[in-house]
């Protein structure tokens, strides 16, 4: 299409990581928790089931959970790279659940236990109401319940002083015509900078 004409492949993969990244925050980032003093956020209670490709917050909004639509229960440090924290390899699965027994299974087609993908092998005998599946600040998931589970923490997380995430504007392929303004998230203005120059853009707003 005329209108993509001088965009090279690598701008154009990098435009569509920054589609993404904004529909999702726009979706959900800002409309579940006040981040404010808060350093973890419930994900789902025992019984539910996980949204295919919605995205899931830490308070502080640097990080995220997706069951994503191939299957992989992933964790994310939101920003224009979306670099991967941790993942459950369970592609192929369709369904995901915190289950009643405190038990955290990925499923491929019919819910029954031979169809188990990934599991955090949790689960007991007696029933868990009060399971819940968190995620935190620093990027790790956990577990509460009878049997406890946790994901590593990202190793490079923010500063504990750097309780909130502040939304910076960049332009997104400042040397086209598609060129638009999106945002990153991160503590300071130099954080920003690195953020927009790994993904192609220019800090600030499109001119």
């Given amino acids: 299409m005329k209108f993509y ?8 993969k990098k435009f569509f990581v920054f589609i993404s990244l904004t529909i999702g925050l726009v979706g959900s980032a800002f409309s579940q928790f006040d981040p404010t003093g808060v ?3 419930i994900v789902a209670q025992a019984g539910t ?19 994503q639509a191939d299957g992989n229960l992933v964790v994310y440090k939101a920003g224009t790279t979306r ?14 659940f915190v289950q009643t027994d405190g038990n955290v299974v990925v499923y491929r087609g019919e819910v029954v236990p031979r169809n188990a993908v990934w599991a955090s092998n ?20 956990y577990l509460f319940g009878n049997k406890q589970w946790s994901s590593p923490a990202d190793p490079r997380r923010p500063p504990e ?30 954080d920003a900078r690195r953020q927009a ?6 800090f600030g707003e499109c001119q």
């Fill in 122 to 141: 949790t689960g007991t005998p007696h029933l868990q109401e009060q399971a819940r599946l968190y995620i935190n600040n620093d990027g790790s998931l």
């Fill in 49 to 67: 089931e996980l949204v295919v490709d919605r995205l899931y917050y830490s308070p502080n909004k640097f990080y995220y959970l997706t069951f």
């Fill in 161 to 190: 002083s750097c309780e909130v995430a502040r939304r910076f504007p960049v332009c997104v392929l400042p040397h086209s015509s598609a060129r638009f303004t999106s945002f990153v998230l991160a503590c300071t203005v130099d």
């Fill in 83 to 96: 670099q991967v924290i941790w993942a459950a390899a369970s592609n192929g699965g369709t369904r995901a």
């Fill in 5 to 12: 004409r001088n965009i090279t492949m690598n701008n154009l």
């Fill in 39 to 41: 350093t973890s956020a």
């Fill in 197 to 202: 120059a790994a993904g192609g853009a220019a």
